[in-house]
């Protein structure tokens, strides 16, 4: 609704839609990483590290099958969102250049590792993945809930990999 009003103001809503996919995707890669710690890794986290590598490979055979019997095996192209390059160097010999999609993925990846390293360096749950990650019976005695953190980092995973998966779903389109 918002949308419709919004067009028939004549703005245009399309990088709006596309940023709507984009945190969409965040947030529901996001959740299926909270589940998936909750699933299969939680239960099996103070076992031998055998159990939870086999469980690992389980997760991994059933998220494959199940995108596939969901959302088919078919390549799927997406709409190229930026077009065009530029040139960076040229000689009589050669020429360089870089497509905007490139310069794209430069800068976004620039943008999320920047946000995830100011995030694990200042914040207070930053530090307790920190020290979850240096000695997690001995932060768990300092009064860390490690499976708050454990979770959370599932999560910034999954989070980043959707980011990974938008960007690279740009770059490697099939016209």
């Known amino acids: ?9 004549g703005i245009d809503t399309g990088w ?5 996919g984009f ?3 965040i947030v529901i890669a996001s959740a299926y990483g909270w589940s998936i710690e909750r699933v299969a890794y939680r239960p099996v986290r103070n076992s ?7 469980s690992a490979i389980g997760m991994s055979i ?3 099958n199940y995108v596939s019997l969901t959302e088919g095996s078919r390549d799927v192209a997406l709409p190229s969102l930026f077009n065009g390059q530029w040139v960076v160097g040229h000689s009589e010999n050669f020429s360089a250049s870089i497509t905007t999609m490139q310069a794209v993925i430069w800068i976004v990846t620039f943008l999320a590792m ?4 100011v995030f694990i360096r200042y ?13 997690l019976k001995m932060a768990s005695l300092l009064g860390i809930n490690t499976d708050r953190v454990i979770a959370l980092t599932f999560v910034i995973g999954a989070a ?6 938008v960007l690279l779903g740009q770059f490697l389109r099939r016209n």
Not at 1 to 9: E, G, P, R, Y
Not at 16 to 20: G, H, P, S, T, W
Not at 114 to 117: E, K, Q, R, V
């Open 1 to 9: 609704m918002i949308i419709a009003a919004l067009m028939m103001m």
């Open 23 to 25: 945190v969409g995707a």
């Open 160 to 165: 980043m990999a959707a980011v990974a998966g």
């Open 62 to 64: 059933f998220l494959q």
């Open 48 to 54: 031998k590290r055998l159990i939870a590598l086999i």
């Open 16 to 20: 709006l839609l596309v940023a709507a």
């Open 114 to 117: 920047l946000a995830l390293t």
């Open 123 to 135: 914040s207070r749950m930053g530090r307790a993945c920190r020290a979850c990650a240096e000695d």
